[in-house]
């Protein structure tokens, strides 16, 4: 765990864990997506930073671009899908 403070703020999914720029949001579900509700958004200015629960109970924090967040219509309390982008993985 002294690495991940090294990184910065991590996601657990799994047995990895994922910073929160490498979580990838989607509307409709897909292969290794979990489902989670939106609980909070927190702007960055360029970036905003999107707080999750997922149905465990589990939280994760994503951090998407403003365009992307603004062409996903996102917001409070709506459920999105969340994935990672495996190939930023830290096992």
């Known amino acids: 765990a002294g690495v991940m403070s090294f990184i ?3 996601n657990h999914v799994g047995r990895s864990w994922v910073r929160p720029h490498d979580l990838q949001l989607q509307l409709l579900p897909g292969d290794g997506a979990d ?3 939106i609980e909070r958004i927190v702007d960055l200015g ?3 930073r999107v707080e999750l ?3 465990d109970g589990e939280t994760l924090r994503a951090q998407v671009t403003r365009d992307r967040c603004e062409e996903l219509e996102l917001e409070r309390g709506q459920i999105v899908y969340v994935r990672t982008a495996s190939e930023r993985v830290f096992a």
């Open 46 to 48: 360029f970036e905003v």
């Open 53 to 55: 629960v997922r149905a």
């Open 35 to 37: 489902e989670a509700m």
């Open 8 to 10: 910065g703020p991590v």
